[in-house]
């Protein structure tokens, strides 16, 4: 790997392990140059509870990469965790900086009710 991913790991590790801490589920984002992705983790970190990225079909009209899409996703993750039950979660961003497509898909969940 490069060092530039390695170095998002190390961070990510990092925040894993302070989340697990705080023992609330997480909203785990990744990012790849073309889509974006978002699970809700349970607390123990062993199932997936909800999912949502630019992959499905409702949301892969047009661009799937921009700050847009990553909107969308957020909006759609929140639906999916308030029907299960879930408000409060950690936001894991993955090693990633909090700006752009990251920030707009946390605005977007917390203005769809999540709390974090």
């Not at 961070?11 to 392990?17: C, L, P």
């Not at 607390?43 to 990553?70: F, K, M, P």
Request: glycine share 8%; with cysteine.
């Amino acid at each position: 790997m490069s060092k530039k991913n390695d170095a998002r790991l190390r961070r990510a590790r990092k925040t894993r392990k302070h989340i697990l801490e705080l023992n609330v589920p997480r909203l785990c984002v990744y990012r790849s140059p073309r889509h974006i992705y978002a699970q809700i983790i349970s607390a123990a970190g062993d199932q997936v509870q909800a999912a949502a990225s630019t992959l499905e079909a409702s949301l892969r009209v047009g661009s799937t990469g921009n700050v847009d899409s990553a909107s969308k996703v957020g909006t759609l993750i929140a639906e999916r965790a308030k029907a299960l039950g879930v408000e409060r979660v950690a936001f894991d961003r993955s090693g990633y900086k909090y700006h752009g497509r990251i920030k707009a898909l946390a605005d977007a969940a917390r203005e769809g009710g999540l709390q974090f």
